[in-house]
């Protein structure tokens, strides 16, 4: 690591783009290794299931594009591994986790509210993950009002609203691709598993009755666990179930 930029790790910043994700999916193709892109404005910002995300000037907006190994199940939880490089980084900023906690499958939560959110998407043909692009919005300076957001959803929190601490985009991206880096390189050596029960030490609401919802049902239950696959364990009743994509609240 040169100057607090992990080695092997590529950087650009952009004043402007529509959208990270979609920068990251146009150069995917032209890159030798992974690579982060901070647009310090977006002009068609996204969240999951193709929500609007709110990305105000000063906040956080940046995508990791990479080309990862394993079959497309494995890639996936990379999310957990982004996760935790969020929380380090706030860490990191802070000084303290103290309110800080991951929630189920992709948000960083501090004091109860969202902090931060994490979209990924893959590239790829045949059942095959060539690229993986992972889009992380943080705010840093400001946080949308609830009219904003989807009904049900937690309240938006900012870093500087529930800390005091105030972080440019740039230096926060020092922060989180060496984080990300280091954890990365744990989850390539020693698998899932690490990085699992670093996650669930972190986990909002395990062990109480939370709800997860999918295109198909809902479930409400006990946050049991998360799974070696990276599934949503509830206890309903007497029936476990092992979600792998839901919207959970609580």
């Not at 690591?1 to 032209?30: F, H, Q």
């Not at 394993?70 to 802070?94: E, K, M, N």
């Not at 300076?141 to 601490?165: H, T």
């Amino acid at each position: 690591m040169k100057d607090g930029w992990p080695e092997g790790y590529g950087r650009r910043v952009l004043a402007e783009v529509d959208s990270t994700n979609a920068e990251a999916g146009r150069i995917a193709p032209t890159l030798a290794g992974p690579e982060w892109i901070l647009a310090l404005r977006q002009t068609a910002a996204r969240g999951r299931r193709g929500r609007v995300w709110q990305n105000p000037e000063g906040n956080f907006a940046a995508t990791l594009v990479m080309r990862p190994e394993g079959a497309p199940g494995q890639v996936a939880l990379r999310s957990f591994v982004a996760s935790l490089a969020l929380y380090d980084a706030v860490v990191a900023v802070t000084g303290r986790g103290d309110g800080l906690t991951l929630k189920w499958p992709n948000d960083v939560l501090l004091n109860g509210g969202k902090l931060a959110g994490i979209l990924l998407e893959s590239m790829g043909s045949g059942g095959a993950v060539t690229h993986l692009v992972i889009g992380i919005g943080v705010n840093l300076a400001e946080a949308p009002e609830m009219a904003e957001v989807e009904a049900d959803a937690l309240r938006p929190v900012s870093l500087l609203s529930e800390s005091g601490v105030a972080i440019t985009p740039e230096d926060f991206l020092e922060l989180l691709a060496g984080a990300y880096a280091r954890i990365e390189a744990q989850f390539q050596s020693f698998g899932f598993a690490p990085v699992r029960a670093a996650w669930l030490d972190r986990a909002a609401k395990l062990g109480e009755v939370i709800t997860a919802r999918t295109s198909r049902e809902t479930v409400t239950g006990v946050f049991e666990t998360v799974d070696e696959h990276g599934n949503l364990v509830l206890l309903s009743g007497k029936k476990r179930h092992a979600i792998p994509a839901a919207d959970v609240f609580f």
